[in-house]
């Protein structure tokens, strides 16, 4: 009788193991949902990403969506993590891509929100730096705010190149990179596929620039009204090398 327990033992154990393997958490699948034809419009998002950075140009991209345009903006956010970040004002939000392990969609506008340790730690991290250099070199349109210009300046792609940071930050991004231009009262800061803001508020500004160079200037005006800003680049300090790249 005794004989058969073993076997028996065995076969529960490994059923067991097969169970409580197929029981273990797989990557979730990104549900963002992306209109073919579109700009693909990627927001890094880090913890400890500032808020204002982030929603400001997501606030001017998304109202697209309610302009007679030809070609819209798909909006997704991509991290370095598939759970929730928290961001530096404490705000909770699931990224819809992990890109260290998810497969992204081809990315046609890349947008640097500035997060807390964008001046120290996550300069040093390379998975971070690499995923930034690779998706800046192949996106069309790249921009950064406040402090995300450091990683892009950390990337060297950068180098030679018009740019601009929080205020605060200027002389810190001169010292730490030899190589960017990097410029002082203005806003925001235009060379070739680069546009890089001070951050804070005027990332809308920067953000509005973008839309007028892709959607001409009286949506960039329409997009403005609805949002209650006042949009008019001659009374604004602002820097373009006019490299405006093909669209």
Request: aromatic content about 12%.
């Amino acid at each position: 009788m005794f004989k058969f327990i073993l076997p028996i033992v065995l076969i529960g154990t490994l059923l067991s193991c097969s169970a409580s393997s197929n029981n273990k958490k797989k990557p979730s699948k990104p549900t963002v949902q992306l209109k073919e034809g579109n700009y693909n419009v990627a927001f890094l998002i880090t913890n400890g990403t500032y808020n204002t950075e982030f929603t400001a140009p997501w606030d001017i991209f998304d109202h697209v969506r309610f302009r007679d345009v030809k070609k819209g903006m798909n909006l997704f956010t991509v991290s370095n993590t598939s759970q929730p970040i928290t961001t530096f004002e404490g705000l909770k939000i699931t990224p819809d891509f992990n890109f260290l392990t998810d497969e992204l969609p081809h990315i046609d506008i890349f947008v640097i929100p500035s997060a807390e340790h964008h001046l120290d730690s996550d300069l040093e991290d390379e998975k971070l730096i690499d995923f930034v250099r690779k998706t800046a070199e192949k996106a069309t349109w790249v921009t950064s705010h406040c402090d995300g210009a450091f990683l892009l300046a950390k990337t060297g792609l950068l180098d030679g190149k018009h740019c601009t940071t929080f205020p605060a930050d200027l002389e810190a991004m001169r010292d730490m990179f030899e190589a960017p231009i990097v410029e002082d009262s203005v806003w925001f800061v235009h060379d070739g596929k680069f546009i890089t803001s001070v951050g804070g508020a005027k990332s809308f500004e920067a953000s509005l620039f973008l839309c007028e160079l892709l959607y001409g200037k009286e949506n960039a005006i329409d997009l403005a009204e609805g949002l209650v800003i006042d949009w008019n680049p001659r009374d604004i300090p602002f820097m373009t090398t006019f490299k405006v790249v093909k669209r």
